[in-house]
């Protein structure tokens, strides 16, 4: 069973600057997650999606973030203007359903430096 | 609000030999799971162990094993027959309503041959 995949891997760009992440979930799952991992702290959720609608989103900072996720299956999570703070670990994760009983399986994330 | 508290941003133990890290966490919710995850240097997170609050029983898997104390909100994974493979930061999560995940400060463990 394939993993959870996103892309790019690592990205440098300059404040002010957009940048687009992409998530692939495991194939069946309804559930899928993006978090934010500043160097040092641990994974904060940002936006959690249930098929293809928002279930939660009170922790993305809306004036510069959005996500989307089309068709339930794919996401793409964009950040326009960046900044200095934005810098962080992107990490996607999907679950079967948006249960906690259910196991989150994390991507290997995407590393953003915005200069 | 739920928070997750882990007190040891670093531990470091023998090879072979037993470690504990520990975890804290405040909730006034009553249906709630425990999870400990371990991020490689590689960055992928995976799922270690996980408690159910319900059960009183202690989760075990192979070598690492929980001691869930309810009443004092405290949940510390022990590491028995420590491995170099098992050098990682390590994060406690707290999971609640709707699959959301509160993630603690982290405990990089390293291992030392």
């Known amino acids: 069973e394939a993993g959870v995949a996103q892309s790019p891997r690592y990205k440098i760009i300059e404040k002010r600057q957009s940048v687009a992440f992409w998530c692939n979930p495991i194939s069946g799952h309804a559930t899928l997650y993006w978090y934010q991992q500043i160097l040092g702290q641990g994974p904060k959720l940002l936006i959690q999606?249930?098929?293809?609608?928002?279930?939660?989103d009170s922790q993305l900072p809306k004036d510069r973030f959005s996500a989307e996720r089309l068709k339930g299956v794919d996401s793409t999570l964009k950040i326009q203007p960046a900044k200095l703070e934005d810098s962080a670990v992107y990490l996607c994760a999907s679950s079967y359903e948006d249960r906690v009983y259910y196991e989150q399986y994390f991507g290997p994330g995407t590393r953003l430096t915005v200069t | 609000a739920q928070t997750v508290t882990q007190s040891q941003p670093e531990m470091s133990v023998q090879e072979a030999e037993t470690v504990t890290l520990s975890c804290t966490y405040d909730?006034?919710?009553?249906?709630?799971?425990l999870f400990w995850y371990k991020q490689p240097p590689s960055r992928q997170m995976i799922l270690v162990i996980r408690q159910e609050a319900y059960k009183q029983q202690n989760a075990t898997e192979n070598r690492f094993s929980v001691n869930f104390q309810k009443a004092a909100k405290s949940f510390s994974l022990k590491i028995s027959d420590s491995q170099l493979g098992d050098a990682a930061m390590y994060f406690c999560a707290f999971g609640y309503q709707g699959g959301k995940l509160i993630f603690g400060q982290g405990t990089e463990l390293s291992v030392k041959p």
């Open positions: 999606f249930q098929n293809n609608g928002v279930v939660d």
């Open positions: 909730t006034s919710e009553s249906d709630y799971y």
